[in-house]
């Protein structure tokens, strides 16, 4: 998982001229030896990150008994950083791990990615959204990064009725009109759990990011979400 998100968070970055990753490894105590192997672990890494994505690849070792958001935080801001790439941990409950929750909580955008398969490139990318906003551009903008030229880009949205069809094909429109990527627009009558369980298995990867609650223990929708699905998920999060 960790080698997904690492090629997933460098695809985003790639997107930009002046793009770069840091790779960071957490060791639970300061042992000289631990820190050596771990700096090599991560350099090979980085090593199979440039060499796959093309993209300028750092490493940073950190030692933290308890591994927290805001020694995540700070590990980023030291690296000049504007955008957190995080495998999307679970709890034994199935409810995300605390410090993916705690990430959703920052001022930093955060991308909680949970890989359901071995994938380097996702070209096929699903953007279901509810309404336009920073949230539902961010979404659009890393599909467009993630799919490039070569790949296609569907932003959907559903509808209770069709008197909401036309508000919802302008919303849409103005939601994409900006984008370079080969970008399609879906209108459904559906729910959105029956309109990703019919489409979901036609693309490589889902993007959520609503932040609507579940009934489950005031867990964010999309996390919910993400473990219904058999394809890549990543759960957006803006400031």
Wanted: hydrophobic share 40%.
């Amino acid at each position: 998982a960790k080698d997904a998100v690492a090629t997933f968070g460098a695809r985003l970055a790639a997107a930009h001229d002046a793009g770069k990753v840091v790779l960071l490894s957490v060791l639970e105590s300061d042992d000289d030896r631990g820190a050596a192997a771990a700096a090599e672990r991560l350099e090979a890494q980085a090593d199979a990150v440039r060499t796959r994505v093309g993209v300028p690849c750092e490493v940073v070792v950190a030692v933290e008994p308890d591994l927290s958001a805001p020694g995540l935080l700070d590990v980023a801001r030291d690296a000049n950083c504007d955008l957190i790439a995080t495998p999307l941990q679970r709890e034994a409950d199935g409810t995300p791990a605390r410090l993916v929750r705690d990430l959703f909580r920052s001022e930093v955008d955060t991308v909680a990615f949970d890989a359901k398969h071995d994938r380097t490139d996702w070209k096929r990318v699903m953007v279901p959204v509810r309404r336009t906003g920073p949230i539902a551009h961010a979404m659009v903008d890393y599909a467009e990064r993630l799919a490039g030229r070569a790949g296609t880009v569907s932003v959907c949205t559903c509808i209770g009725d069709e008197r909401s069809r036309r508000a919802a094909e302008s919303m849409l429109a103005d939601l994409t009109e900006t984008t370079d990527a080969r970008c399609e627009t879906r209108v459904s009558r559906a729910t959105l759990g029956e309109f990703l369980a019919r489409n979901e298995s036609h693309y490589d990867l889902v993007i959520l990011g609503e932040p609507t609650r579940s009934a489950r223990l005031d867990i964010p929708a999309p996390f919910e979400r993400s473990r219904e699905l058999d394809t890549d998920v990543a759960v957006v999060h803006t400031r």
